[in-house]
């Protein structure tokens, strides 16, 4: 089976600070990876430039057989990724933020559906609160929740364990079990070792902008 | 519906849902637009005659002023929500957070013009009421003139950190063709167009706003690109 990302020689520069310095990867289909590494070593800059939100410099890049930045399209239609602050608007209730990214994903779902995954968040008594009254672990489960409008074939979560008690976490880890139980193939990037390697099948450690070590977990 | 409409009505929505939410920044727009007006009737001074007019060129600086706070706000929601590049990876035409945005910003300054419009008649003692019909198209047009541009300079300055400063430099000299077609067009026809100047500048507006639509419709994508 063709890998879901391969990598070669990629290097991204922001002015004169280069953040990935030749990075080398290849990640097979259906399996969760764990990237871990200090501040600043280019786990998020990876992220962003799997998820299409950044072009790379240099190098190839190929991701759910597209390669990037030509095909972008394909590849947005098929990932999605959380960010450390999540996507959700102040103003809007957390129902509404579900609506408002279910009728961007696509066929919008119904109320109903939309209730029943904030139920599965544990956010159904703030369903129609609005997020700014939210504190930072139920926007990040709101985050969890927008991310399930979609069926992806790619995941990328940037720090998704910040902030969430045990049980936020356990719904994280469920969610990952979920999706490489589905054939979808998870990469989580975050400075919690120990609850970013739990479910891993393969670890990668990144410094200063390269792949310094890559295990099986 | 296909998907760039869906898209579009949900950001549109979602616009108009945050500024009902948040109507501090809309008082404040407003509060701002009438001040503008007043300072303007001040430093003309008492002379009616000169007032009125004067009344379609200080309307229109008014509106533009007004306007180009609001366009700032467009994007602060986005900003909180962290950045409007998110936007780009829901599959689809990534124009779509153009024409939702524009909309948004057409109907806020609609809703801004209802007011500047008769302030500007009791401050400049102009009679609006008889010419409304025409002045409702030069409104039209030229609000949709500065949102077609406004939106896309405030996208393109979204992520700089002089935006503030940067968005007014670079809308203003672009707004000059609808600055020029709307103070003309209502000064002809609160005039009551003696010379058939009118159909000129409402063509100009028309022209412009359907030029600079497609233009920036058509590069938008890559303005979004980082």
């Known amino acids: 089976m063709s890998p879901i990302i391969r990598v070669q020689g990629l290097t991204r520069r922001f002015g004169r600070r ?43 890049v190929e991701v759910l057989g597209s390669v990037l930045p030509r095909d972008q399209d394909h590849v947005r239609a098929k990932t999605v990724l959380m960010t450390p602050n999540g996507h959700t608007y102040e103003e809007l209730t957390g129902l509404e933020n579900l609506k408002f990214a279910t009728h961007m994903s696509g066929p919008p779902l119904s109320d109903s559906s939309l209730h029943e995954i904030l139920v599965g968040v544990r956010l159904e008594n703030a369903a129609n609160t609005r997020v700014r ?33 045990e049980e936020g976490v356990q719904l994280v880890q469920d969610r990952i079990s979920d999706w490489r139980s589905a054939g979808t193939s998870v990469i989580i990037a975050s400075h919690r070792i120990a609850y970013a390697t739990a479910g891993a099948d393969r670890i990668v450690r990144l410094e200063r902008g390269r792949v310094a070590s890559e295990e099986t977990a | 519906m296909n998907s760039l409409m869906r898209q579009t009505k949900a950001i549109f929505w979602k616009d108009i849902i945050t500024e009902t ?17 007043f300072l303007f009737s001040f430093a003309v001074g008492p002379d009616t005659a000169l007032l009125t007019r004067l009344a379609g060129g200080l309307l229109w600086v008014a509106i533009v002023f007004t306007g180009t706070l609001s366009l700032g706000r467009a994007y602060q929601s986005e900003e909180l929500a962290g950045g409007v590049q998110l936007l780009r990876l829901y599959p689809g035409d990534v124009r779509a957070i153009y024409l939702g945005k524009l909309a948004g910003n057409l109907v806020i300054l609609a809703i801004l013009e209802l007011v500047l419009f008769p302030a500007t008649a009791i401050i400049f003692h ?17 609000t949709t003139g500065f949102s077609v541009i406004g939106t896309f300079f405030s996208t393109l300055t979204v992520h700089l950190r002089a935006r503030e400063l940067l968005l007014p430099l670079l809308l ?31 063509q100009l507006l028309a022209a412009y706003d359907v030029i600079l639509f497609v233009v920036c419709v058509w590069i938008f994508p890559v303005v979004l690109e980082e």
């Open chain 1, 18 to 60: 280069w953040a990935l310095r030749g990075v080398d990867l290849e990640v097979e289909r259906g399996i969760v990876v764990a990237l871990l590494g200090a501040n600043g070593t280019g786990k998020t800059t990876l992220l962003k430039v799997f998820s299409t939100l950044l072009r790379p410099t240099a190098g190839r």
């Open chain 1, 133 to 165: 009254a939210y504190s930072t672990g139920m926007r990040k489960r709101l985050e969890l929740a927008r991310m399930q409008l979609r069926t992806p074939e790619l995941v990328l979560l940037d720090e998704p364990f910040v902030s969430l008690d």
């Open chain 2, 21 to 37: 939410r948040t109507r501090q920044g809309f008082s404040a727009m407003l509060s701002f637009a009438t001040l503008v007006l």
């Open chain 2, 126 to 142: 102009v009679d609006l009421l008889s010419h409304a019909t025409s002045l409702i198209m030069v409104a039209a047009l030229g």
């Open chain 2, 172 to 202: 203003f000299p672009a707004l000059v063709p609808v600055v020029l077609g709307s103070v003309g067009a209502t000064d002809a026809f609160l005039s009551g167009d003696p010379l058939g100047r009118a159909a000129g500048w409402i």
